[in-house]
């Protein structure tokens, strides 16, 4: 069912899913790649999630897709976790969902942004991050002039703070300028892959700012005594797997890293049997610790 509720005032838009027969469910709510909307990567997830036992939350962030929120297409951290926030309120208060079997489940980008939210939210029981970009700043400024690249974007934010539009760039190009290049984003993103009405190939330009910046990392310090799964491609260009053995190295038992044969970033999104293999994975430990 499609549900409305607001995290700052800001009208967020999702779809609930509840399994048939009598609850209440586990509930789970997601967060997914950098772009993303609900009817992408977590929309996928979501379903196959339901089909085997829990109620489901995916729904767009602010600025993004069917919600509400300004600038469009901006990258917000802050604020992706007050959504996510206003998200696991929203699942307590439905008869169908366990108020105290809440997980937080994250792919891709949102794998670091499930990580840190439930970190910091008792609420929240269990996290789960799949094909995950665990961002932080020691990790991004290698490979680039990190302060020439904040300067940049720093010039483009001062013209913002003083009245100029949002500027933008294209979120992926095959051969040019983009916030995601190349040819495996553009593979997902620029072809019937990803087909939705509330996607558009744009993205802020300070939101790159947003990601070189953002520690999600650091969730895993904190995440301790909750349970922890990872899953993640052997191959990724994308989020990388030396990543996904940091998180791992970094939490506290009860952890499970779960090693897919991927061989692409974007396989993990909709190719199988690595979904399959994905959500089976989450399926067993979120029944055991959730």
Known sequence: MRVEFAADDVRLVGDLLVPEGEGPWPGLVFTGPFTGVRDQVIGRYARLLTERGFATLAFDHRNWGESGGEPRRHEDPQGKLHDLRAAVSFLRARPEVDAGRIAAVGICLGGGYALKFAAFDPRVKAFVGIAGAYNNPYAMRTGMDYQAALAAFAEVAER??????????????????????????????????????????????????????????????????????????????????????????????????????????????????????????????LREHC
């Open 160 to 285: 913002q703070d003083r009245g100029g539009p949002a500027e933008y760039l294209p979120a992926v190009s095959e051969g040019g300028e983009a916030a995601m290049p190349g040819d495996e984003p553009f593979a997902y993103y620029g072809t019937a892959r990803s087909a939705s009405a509330t996607w558009a190939n744009e993205v802020t330009r300070v939101s790159i700012r947003e990601l070189i910046t953002l520690d999600n990392m650091m969730g895993a310090d904190f995440l301790s005594p909750k349970p922890a799964l990872i899953v993640h491609g052997v191959v990724d260009r994308f989020c990388s797997p030396e990543g996904a053995e940091e998180v791992f190295k970094r939490l506290d038992e009860p952890k499970k890293l779960v090693w897919v044969d991927a061989k692409q970033h974007i396989d993990l999104y909709d190719r199988e049997p690595y979904v399959t293999q994905a959500v089976d994975a989450t399926a067993d430990f």
